[in-house]
Structure formats: structure tokens, C-alpha cells
């Protein structure tokens, strides 16, 4: 069955319009709706439904996404607050201060989305980001964040699973790798005026790191739509990897045969490798993976040590059996 | 007329201001401020999700604020002829090492919880905490010498050894740089400074030969 429909395209050629004269009002409420179903249909499939509160920080949750799944992930961990989590952040496209991102992006435009589908797939195209939500089963997992400068956060996350998106968009045998592309808009993403990077930002998995069941597309988190400098509308989360592999703002899913370009590692190959797994041994080469702070964590609180693919080894580490993870960093 | 009165009360403040009583005692809690503002926003917890962080870079950038506004004195004291400058230049180089003390301080207490064998292996194994390290050491005779009696008893030699605040200057935004990610308008703006300041000297001396 075919489960995503093409649209831009049918779209213009039915109603003579583009798709940006469409009223963004309509388009909330139409993604507001679709999401709100996926998580009704979601939360019937899971049996017993699990209700598990959240460790801190509840005042901050809010109920954008009706009847939305709980899954097991991350339970019992402490959450990083919702304002530390949404105050510092790494999003150069809004200024590369960790406040520029909350202070930046605050007119920034996600709807109406799109996302191009490109490369080794039979089922490419560009997607309206609701056409792509309406087949999702959003749920909230709680992950551990480890960003490559040594800071970490535990985040309540909402989205679904990046393997049944991929999926759906049906990838040759060909495709062995899978890019993601950040949106480039300099007039709306004032960091981009300047070449600090070389945009727009690239990342991406190999394919079998992709289809692993931990990768995520968030579109919220404490239970509220993404915020934009969280990487609003959309957006991958890969627990096992240094926080900058998860591509923000995506508006390009690419299949690819070779090892796509990433902008850290095209930036300071010596310094971000294209695997760039958390691990505490493979020291970045300017500070010590060993430990991490936690945002929030008290000033006289010791810093927590650093564990292998951030804790996720059990799921991910036979992924890189027989590889020299300091080599292949 | 009006010109010259107004010139009349220009070099008036420009004389006397500083001669105040009050003056000099103002300079040095205005030099306090930041230490104030990092002190209180900890124990505030207003210095974001990341305090120590903050607290760190925090410190280290006011110690090269300080040491480029160290290096201004003299030119400005000799292109605007305001020679009672002369009067905190010592001031503003012993601010400049507090900050550097801090900012190692903060660094051993919140970052490493003085683990001295942590903090040895960070100095040796990550060149730009090499240099930091580099840049305090050098920094400590300085101070020691920074009082009369050692100005008097070391005479000529005070004048030579006082010349490494140019290699601590520019070992200390190299140091800035080599922590610095991708984004480099910050450190490339204190660079353009520390230039200008070094040209000033440069042309000077080669002027004056």
C-alpha cells in the first residue's frame, strides 16, 4: 500500500494555488488533527497503556498531543528542566551563543513544511510535512542527550520512529547510507549570514544505524510542540551519538550509495568523526569525553561519567562489532 | 567662545577628575563589577543552565579584557595626553592577573574538584590549556614585581621584564582560539585590537630609532 501521498506537485496542478498560499491556520489545525488521531490510534494499540509520570518538572508539560503514547524509554530517569532544555542551545543557524538560538528563532516560520525525498528510494519526492505525520505513531521517550562539548540533558521527547518513516519512502538496495539537510534561510535564520558553517548542515547514518528502533523524529517535547530552537518543526534524535548529528529543521532526507558529507566532519575532520558514538575512551582531541556536566546540575555537584554509546550499548553496540572505534570515531 | 569654555571644561575633568579623592577607590570597585556579577549570579543560580561553564569563560574573558585594556594605557595616555593614566595602569594589570587567578581557580575547583592528577594531564595532553597555563606562569612575576620597592631595586631590568605582557597578550587569545569551535568574531575582534595596540608600539620604536 502506499502509504505516503505525493502532494506538492498534485496539489498546485488541482487548485492552481502554491502551497504557501495556503493559510497557515488551516495547516496548524490539519497537522494538529492528524497528530492528535495517530496518537489516539497509537494509544489504543498499546495495550495497558503505560502511565508513567515524569520524574521533574511536571508544571512544565503541557498536552499538545492528545492521548499520546508513554513508552518504557528513559523511565525513572530525571529530567533536564523544560526551560534549561529550551534556554541552551547549539543551533548555529540562530547565532552560535547557546542563549541565540531561544532569542532568534522565535519568528521563525514551520508551517507550512515540506521535506524533499531524495536518492536511492522509489518513493521520492517532496512531502508536506503533515502527509508525513498523518502515518505516525507519536509517542514520548525519554533520552539521555549528550552534546560532543561535554554537556548533557534528559529530554522527554515526542515523534515517532525513524525507521517506519524510512520505510515508507521505500530505499533501493542501493542505499546504503541516509543524509539529512537542515533548512538554509538566511533571512529567517539569521545565523546563516555568516559562513561559521558550511550551509546548510548535513548529517547523517549509515543505513543500518538508521533503521535501528532508537532513532527518532521529534516534533515536541514535554508533551508541546517542538520549539523552534529545539529544531522545530522536525527533527532526528540518535541517543547513541553526539547531540550534533541530530539534523534540526530537516528539510531534506536523502538516500546515498556513499558516506555523505557532514558539516562538523567536513568542518574538523580531526574532531568529529562521520560515527561520532558517545564514548567516554576516544577523547575529542581539545577536551576529555570522560565526563559531562548536566545542564541544571548544581554548581557543587560533581560531574557524571560518561558511558559507552551513552548508555544505549546494549542496543546499538553490535552495530560497530569488529570496528576500531578510535579509528572509526 | 563658546568653544573655549567648552575646551576650558574638557581639560578641566581631564585634570582634575582624576585627582579626586573618590576617583581612584571608583576605578577599582568598577573593576569588581564582573567579579561581583559571576560571584552573585552563582549563588543566585542566575548564571544559566550551565553556571560552571559560564563562570569559567566568564573569568577568562575579563582577564584578556583586561590585560588589552592594560595595553591601552600607554597609547592613550600619549595620543590624548591625559598622562595621570599613568596612575592605573598598575591597577588595571594586577585585574587582569585577578581574573587569570579566578579563571584557573574556577577551572581546578568546578571543573576538576582539584584533582591535581586530572588537572596535570589536562595541562600536558591539550595544547590550549598548555598555553592558559603557560600565560599564568607567566603572569606571576609580573605581579610579584608589581610593587615600588621592586620597581626600585630592579630598575632597568623592570622595564625588560615587564615587556612579556606582549608574548602573555598574544599566548592568551591564541589560547582563546584554539578553544573557540567554529564561531571566531569574538577572538578575531580582541586580535584586531591586540594588533592595533602592538602596531602602536612597533611604529613607535622603529619612530624613535
Same mark, same amino acid.
Given at each position: ?29 490539519? *497537522? ?56 541552551? %542551545? ?56 549528550? +552534546? ?86 522536525? *527533527? ?94 | ?29 568598577? +573593576? ?11 549563588? %543566585? ?44 595602569? *598598575? ?43 603557560? +600565560? ?20 632597568? %631590568?623592570?622595564? *625588560? ?49
Amino acid at each position: 500500500m502506499s502509504l505516503i501521498i505525493k502532494t506538492s506537485r498534485t496539489h498546485n496542478f488541482e487548485q492552481g494555488i502554491k502551497s504557501s498560499e495556503i493559510t497557515a491556520e488551516s495547516a496548524y489545525l490539519n *497537522r494538529r488533527e492528524f497528530i492528535k488521531q495517530s496518537g489516539l490510534l497509537a494509544g489504543a494499540a498499546w495495550a495497558g497503556g503505560l502511565s508513567l509520570p515524569a520524574q521533574a518538572d511536571n508544571s512544565a508539560y503541557a498536552n499538545d498531543f492528545k492521548d499520546l503514547i508513554k513508552t518504557p524509554y528513559g523511565q525513572g530517569e530525571s529530567l533536564t528542566s523544560f526551560k534549561d532544555a529550551t534556554s541552551y %542551545n547549539n543551533f548555529y543557524e540562530f547565532g552560535t551563543g547557546k542563549k541565540d538560538p531561544a532569542a532568534n528563532a522565535q519568528q521563525f516560520v514551520t508551517d507550512p513544511w515540506s521535506i524533499t525525498v531524495e536518492g536511492e528510494a522509489n518513493k521520492t519526492g517532496t512531502f508536506h510535512l503533515e502527509d508525513i505525520l498523518k502515518h505516525a505513531q507519536m509517542e514520548e521517550r525519554i533520552y539521555r542527550f549528550r +552534546c560532543v562539548e561535554a554537556w548533557s540533558m534528559t529530554v522527554p521527547w515526542v515523534g515517532f520512529s525513524l525507521a517506519d518513516m524510512l520505510k515508507r519512502f521505500d530505499p533501493t538496495s542501493k542505499a546504503k547510507y541516509v543524509e539529512f539537510e537542515t533548512l538554509y534561510d538566511p533571512k529567517q535564520m539569521p545565523g546563516q549570514k555568516r559562513r561559521v558553517l558550511d550551509w546548510p548542515y548535513r548529517d547523517g547514518l549509515r543505513m543500518d544505524e538508521a533503521m535501528n528502533p532508537l532513532c527518532f523524529m521529534a516534533v515536541g517535547l514535554y508533551g508541546r510542540d517542538l520549539p523552534n530552537q529545539n529544531g522545530a518543526p522536525i *527533527r532526528l534524535v540518535v541517543p547513541w551519538k553526539y547531540g550534533f548529528k541530530n539534523v534540526k529543521s530537516i528539510v531534506k532526507i536523502k538516500f546515498t550509495e556513499h558516506q555523505p558529507v557532514c558539516t562538523w566532519n567536513t568542518t574538523a575532520p580531526k574532531e568529529y568523526g562521520f560515527y561520532s558514538n558517545v564514548n567516554p575512551s576516544v577523547d575529542h582531541p581539545r577536551w576529555s569525553q570522560a565526563t559531562e556536566r548536566k545542564l541544571g546540575a548544581n554548581f557543587w555537584e560533581p560531574k557524571t561519567k560518561t558511558q559507552m554509546f551513552n548508555g544505549y550499548g546494549e542496543q546499538v553496540a553490535h552495530l560497530y562489532k569488529d570496528m576500531d572505534l578510535t579509528k572509526y570515531f | 567662545m563658546d568653544a573655549m569654555i567648552n575646551r576650558n571644561w574638557l581639560m578641566q575633568i581631564k585634570e582634575y577628575l582624576p585627582g579626586l579623592c573618590f576617583f581612584k577607590p571608583f576605578v577599582f570597585l568598577l +573593576c569588581l563589577v564582573p567579579f561581583a556579577f559571576y560571584v552573585s549570579g552563582a549563588l %543566585n543560580q542566575q548564571l544559566g543552565p550551565n553556571p560552571v561553564e559560564a563562570m569559567i569563560r566568564g573569568f577568562g574573558d575579563w582577564g584578556i579584557y583586561f590585560l588589552l585594556i592594560g595595553l591601552s594605557i600607554s597609547p592613550a595616555r600619549k595620543i590624548f595626553k591625559l598622562n595621570w593614566l599613568i596612575q592605573y595602569r *598598575r591597577m588595571i594589570g594586577l585585574f587582569a592577573f585577578f581574573y587569570v587567578c579566578i579563571h584557573f581557580a574556577s577551572y581546578i575547583w568546578f571543573e576538576q574538584f582539584f584533582d591535581v592528577q586530572e588537572i596535570i594531564k589536562d595541562i600536558i595532553k591539550r595544547p590550549f590549556i598548555t598555553i592558559g597555563f603557560v +600565560c599564568f606562569l607567566m603572569l606571576l612575576p609580573l605581579a610579584i614585581t608589581s610593587t615600588n620597592g621592586m620597581m626600585r631595586r630592579l630598575k632597568k %631590568n623592570w622595564l *625588560r621584564l615587564h615587556k612579556l605582557v606582549y608574548p602573555i597578550s598574544i599566548l592568551a587569545l591564541l589560547h582563546y582560539f584554539m578553544m573557540t569551535r567554529a564561531d571566531y568574531l569574538v577572538p578575531g575582534f580582541l586580535l584586531l585590537v591586540l594588533s592595533v595596540l602592538l602596531a602602536y608600539r612597533i611604529v613607535r620604536s622603529i619612530k624613535s630609532h
